[in-house]
């Protein structure tokens, strides 16, 4: 079956510009995880969906950083007036619940670069 | 806060040699641990996990045994090879709702014919 889809995959901006990042999750998956990785470290945690509601968005850094799953699958990730500082990866991830015994599946990432 | 701590690479093995690569961690509770692999191009890719002390989560001729004794959970393979060549992420996760993933750096592991 299809796995976790991310659009697009590679998006350039100029510095001050909105972006938004899709995440088409696992079908029937209800959480859904936003990760952003910077260059030669590790995923670092944004924020946490489980059906149409963020339960968790302590990970976001500033109020640059939104997030929406309006209907408890796709989900976008909103950054307004973009800074250089936030070029990363950034990946989403599904798994069928939010219990830990629940494998999370993550897609290939948007590479985001701000020039 | 919790934390995970895995060695630097590259690691760079010739094929058929023995791998560890060291994975510490963190936490303020009793964690699941997983380790992750990332191949080139791809997303990042379930590897084994452990759940509790002393599992043992094994994959593909990797394993990895839950240290509580030393916050530990080193990844092994008897006999790498070229198509292991990969990054790798040591993670644990709190078991409490939500279930976030806490990431170590990563380690890259080269391996040559």
């Known amino acids: 079956g299809a796995g976790v889809s991310q659009t697009p995959s590679n998006k350039v901006t100029e510095k001050g510009k909105y972006v938004e990042l899709r995440c088409d999750p696992i079908?029937?998956?209800?959480?859904l995880y936003w990760y952003r990785q910077s260059l030669g470290q590790g995923p670092e945690f944004l924020i946490y969906?489980?059906?149409?509601?963020?339960?968790?968005d302590s990970g976001l850094p500033n109020d640059r950083f939104f997030a929406v799953r309006p209907e408890g699958s796709v989900s976008t990730l909103k950054i307004q007036r973009t800074e250089r500082g936030d070029s990363a990866v950034y990946l989403c991830?599904?798994?069928?619940?939010?219990?830990?015994?629940?494998?999370?599946?993550f897609g290939a990432g948007t590479r985001l670069s701000v020039l | 806060g919790d934390s995970v701590t895995q060695m630097e690479g590259p690691v760079t093995l010739s094929e058929e040699a023995f791998l560890t690569i060291n994975c510490t961690y963190t936490?303020?509770?009793?964690?699941?641990l997983f380790w992750y692999v990332q191949y080139p191009g791809e997303g990042l890719q379930l590897l084994l996990k452990?759940?509790?002390?002393?599992d043992k989560g094994s994959n593909k001729g990797f394993e990895a045994t839950y240290r509580k004794e030393t916050t530990s959970f080193h990844l092994e393979k008897g006999s790498v090879q070229v198509s292991d060549s990969a990054v790798y992420f040591c993670?644990?996760?709190?078991?409490?709702?939500?279930?976030?993933?806490?990431f170590g750096g990563g380690t890259r592991l080269m391996v040559k014919p």
């Open positions: 969906f489980q059906g149409t509601g963020a339960a968790d």
């Open positions: 993670a644990l996760t709190l078991n409490n709702a939500g279930n976030m993933l806490t």
């Open positions: 991830a599904s798994s069928l619940g939010g219990g830990y015994e629940n494998i999370q599946y």
């Open positions: 079908s029937g998956h209800t959480a």
């Open positions: 936490a303020t509770g009793y964690p699941s």
């Open positions: 452990a759940t509790k002390a002393d």
